[in-house]
């Protein structure tokens, strides 16, 4: 393989069984070693219970729709000890929930992005209730009263449209109801961890209806700064409050009105530290007499970074029953802020400190007209639109000492798109789907600010308006053998939108044109009472990835590669008896670049006269061959096995679960520099409800086997930096139910 620069080589992963599994056995065969205990009736509401798909947009059993799908209902989240949108990792096979700094970036089977610049987006859709949320820094929220969530693999290019190339993730919460209840819900545990949930709804009339529902989680995490001695570098103090009205206006005609407010205040994401591997550190820092903390609690900075996101979201639902069809409008607006403060250097020196704000203001409105009717021929059509202003104010204003002057910018992202999708009952069991979207996207009103001195004196440069129009269908042939099973073929394509280099401190304004995947699937449903089966085999053809790359001072995007992805992914939840019940998944995704010419790559310059311009030190950036490399974010192997045991003692219900997630090496990088070995997650729940069914109280614990992972490196000038996931921790939580 040639490589521009020689000495570059690949760092090959060490693949690690589950060596570290014994020292947790005790607690899993706690859970399925009593069995002498008398035996509660069949609750098949754990990992059987059944959940509303919405992946076709109208409501249908998962059985019947021809996309790979993981369902995940209120009761399987709770046993999971699922408490935020990356959580559902744990319980998904092919899935990955890292970020970027601060920012949300889900993988679906090798499918995902590290772009992030002023309109970047991600591949993979997150909706709640039917609502887009596009903002990365936003979408790995808080599960607060949510009855499910629907993960949905492969492009959904025709159906939900731009930036669904990965997939779509489906989160349904509550809807307001007149019959009144509450519920609250307190725990505590380790690093001083700290959570409080409440929910409340009511009316005064059958078709009117309010409900509340508020949050707040605060920790001093599990990071300490050896720098300044404070053991609450990566503490959090998050907080949501969240109101909705329900009002049915006629028997035909109903809305739903919702509120959301998140208020967080979270280092986590912004506290790195060196990236070692090999007793090499990769710092600068390190020549220059600064510390650079390695271990995964620590960090040595010398300032508290600080990171503040701000929301709030308005939400209108409104229904019309028409005959034989229901017309859905989906109106929303969302003013997003967040303040970033991040050490640079992630070391104990005095300087390269960096600070940036993301502004955002999105609106969306969607008509969506489906079909309701007995008849051989379902459709469903619509029209969506698309707004987001987004800045990036980058290290602009009263700087303060250490910090490092750049420049901003800001895109107006406008989409509209019309779709139609219609499936028709050939005989009695072969239905032949077809669909196809048309999309018109425009990024315009671009600029980019750069320092004009070096000092603080910005110039702007407006960037040129840059439109695209994609095709988007989808053909899919499904045959139904029995009532309880069906066999698929698919198509289907989807694309990430172009974009303008205008991020970090680019002065390109260079357009990238969108990323386009064509997709097929054969698949295998089955469901029954007491067993569920699923299997899909699927094959990737991606084109014009995006990719970001540096080139001195500057961030550049551009399309460097061309991909191939195959692979196969299984799940089984089956009830074995009335008190027991498993839940296993497993992935293989072999994702790799086919062409990529310049995949960027870093080396330290260790010559005192510089290298290529950069002075000694500083790690600079080059280009290699990757063909044949491993995508980045993308592990071949994937796994989960859950265990439900439910019995009773003194009179009210005992649940035992745990949930096992594996998964095997791979690379937050493109050039396969930085990677991650094979680790597991191991996590527990005991809990106890009361005979009346109004208060339960449970202990809990995650990452048992105390697994030592990294969940983000990012590779820059100064070094490359880690984050790490959170190590062992227990907790205990108490529940109450007011009706």
Request: proline residues 4%.
């Amino acid at each position: 393989m040639t490589k521009s620069i020689p000495f570059i080589a690949r760092k090959p992963l060490t693949w690690r069984p589950l060596t570290r599994l014994p020292a947790a056995l005790p607690l899993s065969l706690l859970i399925t070693g009593i069995c002498g205990i008398p035996q509660a009736s069949a609750q098949q509401s754990g990992f059987l219970e059944e959940v509303t798909v919405t992946a076709q947009r109208r409501a249908e059993r998962s059985a019947d729709v021809p996309i790979s799908i993981t369902t995940l209902g209120a009761d399987l989240l709770g046993k999971g000890d699922v408490q935020q949108l990356s959580d559902i990792m744990k319980l998904t096979p092919g899935l990955r929930f890292d970020n970027q700094g601060s920012l949300a970036q889900p993988t679906i089977r090798g499918v995902g992005t590290a772009v992030a610049v002023s309109g970047g987006g991600s591949n993979v859709g997150i909706y709640t209730d039917g609502f887009l949320s596009p903002n990365p820094f936003f979408v790995d929220s808080e599960l607060l009263n949510v009855e499910s969530v629907q993960v949905l693999k492969g492009p959904q290019g025709t159906l939900f449209g731009r930036n669904s190339t990965g997939g779509a993730i489906l989160v349904t919460t509550s809807e307001p109801s007149s019959e009144v209840r509450a519920e609250t819900e307190f725990s505590y545990g380790s690093y001083d961890t700290k959570s409080a949930k409440a929910y409340a709804t009511g009316g005064p009339s059958e078709s009117l209806a309010f409900d509340v529902a508020a949050q707040i989680r605060q920790s001093d995490n599990f990071v300490d700064n050896i720098t300044t001695g404070r053991d609450d570098a990566a503490a959090y103090d998050n907080w949501m409050l969240r109101l909705g009205m329900r009002w049915d206006i006629t028997d035909r005609t109903s809305a739903i009105l919702r509120y959301t407010h998140t208020d967080n205040d979270d280092r986590t994401a912004v506290t790195p530290n060196g990236f070692e591997e090999g007793g090499r550190v990769y710092s600068s820092s390190l020549l220059w007499g600064a510390s650079v903390a390695t271990e995964p609690d620590e960090v040595s900075v010398d300032f508290q970074p600080e990171f503040f996101a701000e929301s709030d979201v308005y939400q209108l639902t409104l229904k019309h029953q028409l005959d034989g069809a229901t017309l859905t409008s989906y109106t929303q607006y969302r003013r997003e802020r967040t303040k970033n403060e991040m050490d640079f250097d992630f070391s104990s020196a005095t300087f390269f400190h960096y600070k940036y704000d993301v502004n955002s203001d999105i609106f969306t409105q969607e008509f969506l007209l489906a079909s309701d009717s007995d008849s051989a021929l379902q459709w469903t059509t619509g029209l969506f639109l698309f707004m987001d202003d987004n800045e990036f104010v980058n290290n602009q204003g009263d700087q303060g000492t250490g910090f490092i002057i750049n420049g901003g910018s800001g895109t107006d992202s406008r989409s509209i798109a019309a779709f139609g999708d219609a499936t028709y009952e050939l005989t009695d069991n072969l239905f032949l789907t077809g669909g196809l979207r048309v999309s018109y996207d425009t990024t315009q009103d671009a600029y980019l600010t750069v320092a004009a001195d070096g000092m603080g004196g910005i110039t702007q440069q407006d960037v040129d308006d840059i439109s695209d129009t994609n095709v988007s269908p989808r053909v899919v042939l499904r045959y139904t053998p029995t009532d309880s099973s069906s066999v698929y073929a698919s198509y289907t394509k989807g694309f990430k939108s172009g974009l303008l280099n205008v991020g970090g401190t680019s002065t390109q304004g260079i357009e990238v044109d969108p990323e386009e995947i064509n997709a097929y699937e054969l698949g295998y449903k089955y469901a029954s009472a007491d067993l569920t089966f699923d299997i899909a085999a699927f094959y990737y053809d991606y084109q014009d990835l995006q990719v970001a790359t540096y080139d001195g001072p500057r961030s550049l995007i551009e399309n460097a590669a061309d991909s191939s992805v195959y692979g196969l992914d299984a799940q089984l939840r089956v009830a074995l008896t009335d008190a027991l019940s498993i839940n296993v998944g497993g992935a293989y995704v072999k994702a790799e670049y086919d062409k990529f010419d310049r995949s960027q790559a870093w080396e330290q310059c260790l010559s005192f006269t510089g290298c290529n311009g950069a002075p000694y030190g500083i790690f600079v950036p080059g280009y290699i061959e990757a063909d044949g490399y491993q995508m980045q974010r993308s592990p071949e192997f994937t796994a989960n096995l859950g265990v439900l045991y439910s019995t009773m003692l003194g009179g009210g219900a005992l649940d035992l679960s745990t949930t096992l997630y594996y998964t095997s090496d791979f690379y937050f990088d493109s050039s396969e520099q930085f990677g991650q070995d094979a680790y597991e997650l191991l996590s527990a729940r005991v809990q106890w409800t009361a005979p009346s069914e109004r208060y339960s109280v449970a202990l809990f614990g995650d990452n048992l086997t105390d697994s030592e992972y990294r969940s983000q490196v990012l590779p820059q000038q100064l070094g490359a930096m880690s984050m790490w996931g959170a190590p062992l921790t227990v907790g205990v939580s108490l529940n109450v139910k007011f009706e």
